[in-house]
């Protein structure tokens, strides 16, 4: 079967990986990565599959309706895979109509130009969100595909509101959707604004290791293959209209995780036990920090027999090697206006 698939924002983190897995196991999709190629955008991210015969990049921004417009009615993809975001929650702080124009907007003038031009009836527009449009959990209890929606950052907010315009175009046109909620991922390429590519960059610069509040925030981890292994499954058997979560069962507090990883780096750089400990600083706790999210993965589980493949320490090792075996990707993505960004977010 010969199908046209775009996927948004495959130059970034997660969606690098999930291009790389289409391209990769699927030689008979035309694959179709349309990236703005912003801060967190990276071609070199793509490098091992550029060059494939079923692969295509479009630079294009999802906010340009009329560019939008013109590259639907090109291609009339027959479906579309979207990751491309503003995705980190302290930028969100900061500027949180920058995250409304493209994760709100953004999204709506994709579902519109995929509405008009292609035959999308019989399509599939697949949206990746967020198991943050939650909000946050106590000590106990489960997001569950029917937790109400309770965001609390402007970035989740972004990203709640996209999930219901996503729905909505489900409802009023007819437009086949799946969406998934996903929880914290980790693992190469991730930019080194988000918790564990900071901080083993930071350990490698001997820089302070900058702990929101007390530290005793809980995140749920998934290596990022395996949520593009659980993005392959859902956009290949998910049901129409429906929702799924999708989590690693694998919870932690920051400051465990960040002990894990300090005495990890220890080995790694071949310094004394202990040393990279010494970098934890406590530091003013983000507004509006959600406690803690974890996932009921029970229900891809159980429909799509789909489950996370790697233990975390495995994950965190291959994570810190991969960082470690690729410093001139850090140092590339964090010079120029990153290091604004990281002096006025860490000052
Ligand atoms: P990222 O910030 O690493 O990458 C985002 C990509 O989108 C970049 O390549 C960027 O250039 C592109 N982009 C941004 N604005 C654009 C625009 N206006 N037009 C076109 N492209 C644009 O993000 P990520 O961490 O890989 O997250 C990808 C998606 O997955 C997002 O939708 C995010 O909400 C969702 N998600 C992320 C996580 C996580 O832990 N990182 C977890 C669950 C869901
Ligand atoms: O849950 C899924 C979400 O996970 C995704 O939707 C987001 O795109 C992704 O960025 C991530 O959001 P978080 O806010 O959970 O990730 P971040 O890596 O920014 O922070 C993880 C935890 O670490 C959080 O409790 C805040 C804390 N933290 C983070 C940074 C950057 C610190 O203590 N210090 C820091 O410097």
């Not at 109400?148 to 989740?156: C, G, L, R, V």
């Not at 900058?210 to 956009?235: K, Q, S």
């Not at 934890?280 to 891809?300: C, E, M, N, Q, W």
Request: proline share 3%.
């Amino acid at each position: 079967m010969s199908k046209s698939i775009l996927i948004t924002g495959g130059a970034g983190f997660i969606g690098s990986h999930v291009v790389r897995w289409f391209v990769k196991k699927y030689p008979e999709y035309s694959i179709y990565n349309l990236d703005a190629l912003t801060y967190a955008g990276n071609l070199e991210n793509l490098k091992d599959v550029d060059t494939a015969a079923n692969y295509s990049f479009l630079k294009a921004d999802i906010c340009d309706a009329v560019e939008m417009d013109r590259l639907f009615k090109l291609y009339k993809f027959d479906a579309v895979i979207h990751l491309a975001a503003e995705s980190h929650v302290d930028r969100s702080i900061k500027d949180p109509l920058s995250f409304a124009k493209t994760n709100i907007l953004g999204t709506l003038n994709l579902l519109e130009s995929f509405k008009k031009y292609s035959d999308y009836q019989s399509g599939l527009f697949y949206h990746i969100s967020t198991d943050e449009v939650y909000g946050t959990l106590g000590e106990k209890g489960l997001f569950t595909e029917s937790t109400s929606y309770d965001p609390n950052s402007p970035y989740s907010a972004s990203k709640a509101s996209s999930d219901h315009f996503v729905r909505a175009y489900g409802e009023t046109y007819g437009m086949p959707f799946v969406i998934s909620n996903c929880s914290n991922n980790y693992g190469s390429f991730q930019f080194p604004e988000k918790l564990i590519p900071l901080f083993i960059n930071n350990i490698v610069n001997s820089k302070p290791l900058p702990v929101y509040g007390d530290g005793n925030y809980t995140r749920d981890w998934l290596f990022v293959e395996d949520h593009a292994n659980a993005i392959d499954v859902v956009f290949h058997q998910g049901k129409i209209g429906e929702t799924y979560n999708i989590g690693g069962h694998n919870e932690w507090k920051n400051i465990d995780l960040i002990k894990l990883l300090c005495s990890k780096m220890d080995t790694y750089l071949d310094r004394p036990k202990g040393e990279s400990e010494k970098l934890i600083t406590f530091v003013k706790d983000r507004p509006g920090h959600d406690l803690r999210y974890a996932i009921d993965a029970s229900k891809i589980s159980k429909e799509l027999n789909w489950q996370p493949s790697l233990k975390f320490e495995e994950g965190l090792d291959r994570t810190i090697e991969w960082y470690l075996n690729n410093q001139e990707w850090l140092e590339s993505v964090t010079s120029g206006a990153y290091k604004n960004y990281y002096n006025k977010q860490y000052s």
